[in-house]
């Protein structure tokens, strides 16, 4: 399970350490050992530290790691490493690649920490490759990889999207390019993402930091692979859930609550989340990740909905990624993520909390989550 953005981690720090204020700033100046004669402790300690270009060097190669990370992945390297430690030789016959492109490539796997060589040559999996990165495991994070992967365009002409609001012309065409089945697979693909985020330590720091034990209907509105739905299923026995999202969405969150042993006390039902009937007398209404992609108006419609499917007492919930995340890992995460959003925004939890207030609902609760990979607080109210 992901404990944590940082402990996580493969390369050794956030790719923006160093680059910020007074802390990281220090912790940019090297000390440069040797350089100049004074032995005066005063003037070598002005001079003994240095300003190096070293984070821009990590940040301006950090996607050569994420090139390999997606390449290794593709082509199935952590799979055949899980069957037995092989050489590059071996490698190359089973993943179909050249000698030296399989060394190379193994080569710049262990410098990332993702596979571990001997001295006979041979490669294994790291204990996170082990984990997240062979198919069929059941943390396995591909399809979350592959969605990181989909987005490789989007943030390589950025600039586009930042003046115009669209996507960029490689990303326009590459879409248009996609034959539908590949389409079709990357949106299926999508959701199991969203299911391995929620697998990965999300679902269980949601389950942390709310407890549902006076509930019994959860209505998950968006709840994409339903997963949240299963888990929270899975803690409350006398709860029954109910998934909303769209057609598409649902016939994937379907096949994994046919897979779960608490699925016959969830349900996924289609529908428009500003448009559809939300049904009434949940006790618990669920916004995981949802807020964000949206404007003020549609929030306030949405929250409105929910506010109406409740019944007295009964509670939202919004769980989502903020500027005000507990860490600085956390935060940064949040403000890449939000450059690459086509609309709304990673909006503050004091902001969500004042809607939550707008929309009729009391007693609010903002609690950020230390433990979580990708959603760092959870905006909680209760219909009065
Ligand atoms: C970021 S995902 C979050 C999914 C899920 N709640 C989670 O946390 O894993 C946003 C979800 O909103 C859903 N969505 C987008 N537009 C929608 C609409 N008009 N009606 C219902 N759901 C919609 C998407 O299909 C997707 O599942």
Not at 219 to 245: C, M, N, R, T
Request: charged share 20%; net charge neutral.
């Amino acid at each position: 399970m992901l404990a944590s953005r940082e402990s996580n981690c493969i390369v050794p720090e956030p790719f923006g350490a160093g680059l910020g204020g007074p802390p990281a700033g220090r912790e940019n100046l090297r000390r440069s050992a040797g350089v100049g004669m004074s032995t005066s402790p005063k003037r070598r300690s002005r001079r003994a530290t240095t300003l190096t270009p070293e984070p821009l060097y990590r940040l301006g190669t950090a996607f050569w790691g994420s090139g390999v990370l997606f390449a290794a992945h593709r082509l199935s390297i952590f799979e055949a490493l899980e069957a037995r430690p092989r050489t590059a030789s071996e490698v190359a016959g089973v993943c179909g690649l050249t000698l030296p492109g399989a060394e190379k490539l193994l080569t710049a796997c262990a410098a990332l920490g993702l596979v571990a060589g001997d001295e006979a040559g041979r490669y294994r999996n790291s204990p996170v490759a082990k984990t997240f990165l062979v198919r069929g495991k059941p943390a396995y994070q591909g399809h979350l990889l592959a969605y990181f992967a989909d987005l490789w365009s989007r943030f390589g002409e950025l600039e586009h999207l930042l003046k115009t609001g669209e996507i960029g012309p490689r990303e326009a065409a590459f879409a248009l390019a996609r034959p539908d089945d590949e389409r079709r697979a990357a949106e299926r693909a999508w959701v199991l993402a969203m299911h391995e985020i929620a697998v990965g330590g999300q679902a269980e720091a949601l389950c942390r930091a709310i407890d549902l034990s006076d509930c019994a209907r959860l209505l998950d509105v968006s709840g994409g692979s339903g997963s949240y739905a299963l888990h929270f299923a899975e803690q409350y026995p006398g709860l029954v859930a109910e998934v909303l999202d769209l057609p598409e969405v649902i016939a994937v969150a379907e096949e994994l609550i046919r897979q779960s042993v608490v699925g016959a006390r969830v349900r996924a039902r289609a529908g428009d989340f500003l448009n559809a009937d939300y049904g009434s007398g949940y006790d618990v209404v669920l916004l995981s990740g949802v807020l964000h992609g949206l404007g003020e108006r549609h929030i306030l419609r949405v929250l409105k909905k929910a506010y109406a499917a409740l019944n007295p007492g009964g509670r939202v919930i919004v769980q989502e990624l903020t500027p005000d995340a507990p860490s600085p890992a956390a935060a940064q995460f949040a403000a890449l993520f939000s450059l690459n959003m086509m609309s709304g925004a990673a909006y503050s939890a004091e902001r969500i909390a004042l809607w939550l207030n707008q929309s009729g609902f009391l007693r609010i609760a903002m609690t950020p989550l230390d433990q979580a990979w990708w959603f760092d607080h959870v905006i909680s109210g209760r219909k009065p």
